[in-house]
């Protein structure tokens, strides 16, 4: 994986801005802790090697995760959202995913109208079992967002004008 | 469209039958000829009651006040106020038998320049749904339910490119003063302590800042996807005019082409979209 990002990195949404020497993007990682959590464990515990841009939360379940948990984060800190949880028909509550997926497709499709780039906001099923999945998932978040440049957008730091 | 006189008879016969203890519907303003709404007790007031096409506001929004509550209440309701009427049912806000409804087969109602407005050109459930008494032609609700189309303004702005809708939307929250008008103008906005309001919680703030009213915007559109009906009483009562029918719009599509076939409050019934799942929802935008 590359770790080098090149200078005067722009950022997608709004092209006069651009980020500062040696940006690394954030990604806020909201994990169910039934299979996501416990598949991020295996690949630590399993010693796979995957890139420290992603900062982990735990929640009961992924339909715990309200849409403004996503709005929030690209609020504050972070350059992209990763939400992950159990595969469909796995979840521990039965059902708490299906009500997320719905969710889910609706808060993506609404921050990417109102100009967030859609691979800012990514969901991913990640099983117990699915350690090295886990590592992969995160590694291509990672690439998407690094390419997409810092996030702008309703904050104002970690910006330099042209 | 003009029922003002069957539904000044209408009141004054549940008056003297003593139906109802208050009236709900549309009066002059009294400075020109826009209407604004009227909450009638006194059986003597009943000649105040007009409805003709200049009566757009949503009177289901004051089933949520003092006047209203454990009262018995006739209310008239156009097609997009029946919708929004029939979720508040479903959602125990207000008991159908203390409410007497008067239903109109809408036609469109027109705004302050005389033009049609938007939601009417695009109406798709033009007759009331839930009613005690329907007026004007139609009534059976099958005839009325036209095709649905996605939104004019809405499909324009996804075909632009990412950085102008950006760009736009940065300016419509820029624009927001945080009256939260919208949301006591909505009818399914209902709760007597709202989120945003919240004045202990770090999530959310009363600063009149761009990124807050980017997420009390975004949150609130958030809460009424699957439930808003596209009635547009928060856009007539934004001091900004800000385009509010893009954010619901553009979820009530999303929802329209990927969960279910028909729209918000017309089944009885039915609650949102984000309340039922199907195992065949699309999975694809999923890693």
Known sequence: METEVKDQLVSIEKPELVAVPNWEPVIMGILCNWCSYAGSDLTGTSRIQYPPNIRIIRVPCSSRVDPWFLIKSLQTTADGVLVSGCHPGDCHYITGNYYARRRFLVTKKLLNFVGFHENRIQFSWVSAAEGPKFAQVVAKVTEDIKKLGPLHLYKKENFEKK | ?287
């Open chain 2, 1 to 287: 469209m003009n029922y003002t006189k069957q539904i000044q008879d209408i009141a004054a016969k549940l008056f003297a039958e003593g139906k109802i203890d208050v009236f709900v519907g549309y009066r002059m303003n009294g400075f020109d000829d826009n209407q604004v709404p009227v909450l009638i007790k006194d059986p003597q007031d009943v000649s105040k009651l007009v409805f003709t096409d200049k009566s757009v506001f949503n009177l289901v929004n004051y089933l949520k006040t003092d006047h209203t509550r454990r009262k018995r209440v006739g209310l008239v309701v156009k097609g997009c106020d029946s919708r929004s009427l029939n979720l508040m049912l479903t959602e125990s806000q207000v008991k159908r038998e203390n409410l007497y409804v008067v239903g109109i087969c809408c036609e469109g109602v027109v705004d302050e320049a005389a033009q049609k407005m938007q939601n009417c050109v695009e109406c798709v459930v033009s007759d009331a749904v839930v009613y005690d008494e329907l007026l004007g032609a139609g009534g059976t609700l099958s005839g009325s339910i036209k095709p649905y189309k996605v939104n004019a303004d809405v499909a324009a702005l996804a075909a632009k490119p990412l950085t102008e809708r950006t760009a736009y939307f940065e300016e419509v929250f820029e624009n927001c003063i945080r009256c939260n008008a919208c949301r006591h103008s909505c009818p399914l906005c209902y709760c007597a302590k709202c989120c945003i309001d919240q004045e202990t919680s770090t999530l959310y703030n009363g600063a009149n800042t761009t990124s807050a009213a980017f997420h009390a915007l975004m949150t609130w559109s958030l809460h009424l996807a699957g439930r808003c009906v596209d009635c547009r009483n928060c856009e007539k009562a934004c001091p900004s005019h800000l385009p509010l029918h893009l954010l619901h719009k553009q979820n009530e599509s999303v929802i329209y082409e990927n969960f279910q076939e028909h729209l918000a409050g017309v089944i009885p019934e039915d609650r949102g979209a984000f309340y039922k799942y199907s195992l065949k929802d699309p999975d694809d935008f999923i890693m």
